[in-house]
Structure formats: C-alpha cells, structure tokens
DNA sequence: TCTGGGGTCCTAGGACCC
DNA sequence: TCTGGGGTCCTAGGACCC
C-alpha cells in the first residue's frame, strides 16, 4: 500500500502559519515578479481566483474582495517543506520526497485499520508541529493514492485521510473521477480522450490496452494498470541526481544593456555551479539563452541561444561564469529590450567520474580550493557576501517583489517576536 | 507598468556500425 | 515485380509533473 501525502495550499499555508490573524480569509502566492497567481487558499478558490491567473488582470478584483497577496518566498516554502518531510521520515521506514509539497510513503505490512488510523496520525502530527494542514490518500499503488488524496481534500475536508482499498469503493470512486485529473493526463491527452468518448477514470481503465499503447505510448499502459491495482511505478526512495539544472529569472524590468545582462547571466552560472556541486556533479554542456517580451508583439522580437560544449566537465563558479559570459556575448544584439535570460547545464556526470583531457590547461587544484574557500564562508555569512565582480552589485534587473513576507524560520533578523504579556 | 521557474520521460527519425 | 538483417547513439519535439 502507498500513501501519498500532500500539503494543502502549500505556499498558501506556509504564510498563514504566520498570519494567524488570515485564518478563513482569502490567500494567494504569486510567482517571482508578482507576476501570476501560483498558490490559493480554499477561499481563494471560492472566489474563482484561477491558478496562473496574471495579478496585474485582477487587482482591482483583490483589492474589493480584501485578499491578502504575497509574494513567493521560496527560502520559507522550503524551509517549512524541510520540516514537513523531517516528520514524515521519522514516521515511515521508506518514503520517497516527491515535490516540495507531497511525498510518497509505502505501508506495507499495516492492516486497514492501522492504515487509516496511520493517516490520522501522519496529518495530526505535522499540523500540529508545522501549522501546516496535509492530506492523505492511501490505496495499492501510487496513481490510486493520487485518487484517493483528491477525494481527501475535496470531500473529506475535516478527516483529510481517504483510504481507497476495496474494490468496491474503488470502482465507485473511478466511475464519478474525471479523465483529466488522473495523474499523467494532462490537457492534451484529456481532449483527445473525451474526443473518444472515454471521460471518466473508469472508462479508461476499462480501454483496451492496445488501443491506449498506441495512443498515450507506455506512460498511458501504465496508467490503466495502476487504476487497476498493478503496481507499475515504484517507490524512489534515493533521489535521482538532475539530468538537467536551469537557473533562469524574468527581469523586474526591461533590460537593453550587455553589461546588465552579463551581471544576471553570471549569477545564474553561479546558482548554477552552487546546485552542481551540491548533487556532487558536473556538466559537460552550458546552455546560456535571452529572451525580449513575448507578451509585447508590438517590440522587437529576439531570442536565442548559445550551446557551449566544455573540454572537462566542469562544476566551477570561474569557469561557468566564463564560459557562459562569452555565450552572451556571442548572442547578443543591441536595440532589444531583454526580458528573461537563463543558463541550464545539461551532460551532468558525477564529480568523481569526470573524463580528464590531454589537453586541458586548467589549473583545476587550485581553482577548486578557491571554490570550497568561497563556499564555506557564504553558508556561514550569507550568499554571495563573496562573489565574483561581474556578478555586479546593483542588480537593477531583480526581480519585483512587493509583497515579500520575512524568512521566519532562516534568517535571525526576521524571527517573530511574540509578547505574551 | 504588469504574464514563473523548475524538471522528467518517450518516440520517431536520422546518422552510424557490422 | 522482386535489392538483408541486425544493431547503437543522438536529437528534436511533444507529452507530462510540481
């Protein structure tokens, strides 16, 4: 048996632990910029708020309707998932961290009433040491649990647990479950179902398996097996190191200027490098691209790309910064207004694997003590209190962030003070 | 004024090998 | 009429997830 386990409304719920007087009141996140809304509140949802709704299109809409807005502050959102999934690991032998908001956990071995009562616990437990409210839905593979969680959050508000295991209940739940919120349908796959007539969970369970091989590839066989209790994805209980790392951010504002763009591009190969080092690998390939404003047809339209194929795989802050600026400066061309850029490193082999080249000139000892010197003084001083000059110190390009709440949980300054008096 | 930022997997087709 | 049979690797594009 699996319970998949999801936090409600995560980012939502992460700024009302905060802002107890919001208990009831309408929430929502926005995305960097304070661009689109990301996260809701259920009375945010009642409002018909949409998810990726664009905030400068409702303002008004908020303001009458006393919604409170924040905007996204990912160093809190992780830090509260840290502590979520610190929990669930002490209450389950195996579990695997699926999103910043959900995990897998496997139950094996538990009968139905320790399962349901396991769930109680799980939710009791984390609310109560985080603030932050979960759901659980347990069934016999990990695409029935994702069912079982949505019946949890939906029509089980107060219990928040679903337990999903006979079969009775199963072929109810499937036969009212609609097509598109299976996990692994997504719009595409859902209009060209119902375009076959097939709109409920149960009747693509009950589709040929020919028929769905040929049309959703294995990803859809897959699918209509674990709806019919075969497991066929698998707890990954060790993280998978990133095939691919992208570093990449919308300007606050329009951005003409190489020299800005070079400040941006060299903090992204530096993010970059950071997330490189922290999976112990380095890439082979470095992909730096810039973007104008999509959403203005009426400007100047140019996007592009440089691919940079290093020597050695690299997974320097020096070298990164290097390489990636003189992509830039390959691609880019005045008389643009730059709205996004981004450097994404893919062929990523682990550190001790990396393939050595005759002809490599690189001093690569004494750049990487320099690298682990810079490391060790910024996570005890804060990032990038040591950093490379070209990473600038203006930052006219940041990104808006009006609405930022404080890091409660990660920065001494921000701590609330509490007066029990 | 204003529209996010990360990832994964699968398949077909083209290139190559013997 | 009639032109083999078996592989691998890489990439772009399309689907999906949070």
């Given amino acids: 048996m699996f319970a998949l386990v999801d936090c409600n409304n995560f980012y939502a719920s992460c700024e ?28 945010a949802k009642a409002l018909g708020i949409k998810m990726g709704e664009p905030a400068f299109k409702i303002k008004q809409f908020l303001k009458d309707n006393n919604v409170a807005v924040f905007s996204s502050n990912y160093a809190l959102y992780g830090d509260m998932s840290r502590r979520v999934m610190n929990i669930l690991w002490k209450l389950s032998q195996e579990m695997e961290i699926y999103s910043i908001d959900e995990a897998f956990l496997d139950l094996s071995g538990f009968n139905d009433r320790q399962l349901f009562e396991f769930g109680q616990t799980i939710r009791n437990t984390i609310k109560q040491h985080t603030g932050i409210p979960v759901s659980v839905g347990v069934a016999s593979t ?27 209940t199963i072929e109810r739940v499937l036969k009212h479950f609609p097509v598109e919120d299976i996990w692994g349908i997504g719009r595409q796959y859902a209009n060209f179902l119902k375009s076959h007539n097939i709109h409920t969970a149960l ?68 993010r970059c490098a950071e997330k490189l080092r922290k999976q112990k690998s380095c890439a082979g390939i470095i992909n730096v691209f810039i973007q ?25 802050t020096s070298e990164l910064i290097y390489h ?33 080249s005759l002809f490599d000139k690189m001093d690569r000892a004494t750049d990487q003590q320099i690298t682990k010197t810079i490391d060790v003084i910024n996570s005890r ?33 921000d701590l609330l003070t509490i007066n029990t008096g």
Wanted: hydrophobic residues 35%.
């Fill in 16 to 43: 009302r632990v905060f802002h107890p007087r919001l208990n009831h009141k309408p929430i929502i996140v926005l995305s960097n910029n304070d661009g689109c809304v990301i996260a809701r509140s259920n009375e």
């Fill in 142 to 168: 990990k695409t029935l649990s994702k069912v079982a969680n949505h019946i949890a959050k939906k029509h089980k508000r107060d219990i928040g647990v679903f337990l999903m295991n006979e079969n009775k």
């Fill in 203 to 270: 009747e693509l369970k009950n589709t040929s398996e020919n028929w769905v091989r040929k049309h959703l590839t294995v990803m859809g066989t897959r699918i209509i097996k674990e709806l019919d209790g075969t497991s066929c994805i698998p707890m990954e209980s060790v993280t998978p190191s990133k095939k691919a790392i992208c570093t990449s951010r919308s300007f606050g504002v329009m951005v003409e200027d190489i020299a800005q763009l070079r400040e941006s591009i060299s903090m992204y190969a530096t």
């Fill in 292 to 316: 104008t404003n999509r959403f203005k047809p009426e400007l100047p339209q140019y996007n592009n790309g440089k691919i940079i194929k290093l020597q050695v795989p690299s997974d320097s």
């Fill in 324 to 356: 990636s600026v003189r992509g830039l400066e390959a691609i880019y061309k005045p008389g643009y207004n730059y709205k996004k850029a981004g450097v994404i490193v893919t062929n990523i082999v682990p550190s001790s694997q990396v393939q050595q």
């Fill in 381 to 413: 001083m804060g990032r990038d209190v040591i950093r490379y000059a070209v990473q600038g110190f203006n930052r006219k390009w940041k990104l808006r962030q009006e609405q930022l709440s404080p890091c409660y949980t990660t920065r001494w300054n």
